[in-house]
Structures are given as C-alpha cells and as structure tokens.
C-alpha cells in the first residue's frame, strides 16, 4: 500500500499502522482460500479458477509488501521494501480486473491486457525510479482503478446490480482515502489510509466472492 513522504513517526503511530497491517495480512490469508475454494466449487472450469487464484496472490502479495515496508525499521532495506511496497499495488489493481473478467466469460482480454501492461510499466518505473515522477506513478494507480468506466461497459454488462454496487462503493472507498495520504503532515494519516485501503480491499473481495456465486 502506498505510504506517505513523511519519514519520522511517533510510536503511537507506528504501532496503529503495523496493528492495520498485520489485521491485512492475516485477514487475506484466511479470505484467498476460502476464494479459491469457493470458486472450485461452484464454478469448477479452469479460468473462473485461475482468475480467482491470481487475484487471490496479488492481495496477499500487496498485504504482505506493504507490511513489510511499513514495519520494519531497517535503513538498509528500505529501498527494496519500498519498491516492492508500491509495484505490488499496480499487481493487484490488474488481478481484480482479472478475477472479474474470468468469472463474467467477457470477451474483455484487451482490457485486462491493456491493465497487465500499465502494471508491468508501474513497476518497472517504480522499480528503476523509486523516489521519481511519483505524481505519474500516483496517477497510474488511480487511472488503472477507474479505467473500467471508460473501458469496461461490456464487462459491467454481464454483472449484477449487488456486484456493480460492491465495486463502485470499493472504488469511492480507495479515492477517499487518498485524501487522507495526500495530507502528509496530518498525524495518524497513514494509518487511516491504510484502513481504508483494507476497508476497500474488503469490498473488492465481497464483490468477486458474489460474483463468483451469483455467476455458478
């Protein structure tokens, strides 16, 4: 999950933020397998599956990146931390499409190649260029996030009123919450954001879970 340029917290502060963290990690690797086994259940074919898995690895992977970012206080390995931190994000933006575009059978690969490709370009930028252009990597995540306005109309079309509701209500939760990231000198910031970001994460997840059994 992104995080803030403000470098110096209180310890109150840190301990809210890995106390976010952890309850992330751990409630993404109770929530994937009971995903994954959901969806072999009810929809036993092969790509209802592997969307459901790939989705399922980037959550854990933002989780578990931002965690270890965020957490440990090792000046050594904040760089690699950090990139893993921000790349993992563009990861799981493209993996919910994905999940979704497999579930509905969409003729919608351009879409989710268009978003596997913005990823693969964040985290290269991310990657070669951390502390760089992170206005256009800002602007990357949010474009990637709302691009199915614009582009995903037949997607949308194969889904449920319960499912399109899930999706707009996680997608105003994550740009809300950006307001809060934005104010880096507001204490306990990141930490709000970051329940926010598990806030919204949970409705993506409630989302492709009702998807998954409205769709058997």
Known sequence: MLTSRRTVYSRTEW???ATVHVLGVVLSLIAVPVLVTMTAILRPEVWPILGTSIYGATMIAMFLCSGLYNIIRAPEWCGTLKRMDHSAIYLKIAGTYTAFVMLSGAAEIALMLLLWIAAIAGVVLKVAAPNRFEWVGFTLYIAMGWIGVVAGWPLFATM??????????????YTLGTLFYLRHNMPFHRTIWHIFVVAGTAIFYAAVLTQVILTR
């Open 15 to 17: 301990i809210s933020d």
């Open 160 to 173: 449920t009123k319960p499912v399109l509701t899930l999706i707009v209500a996680g997608g105003l939760t």
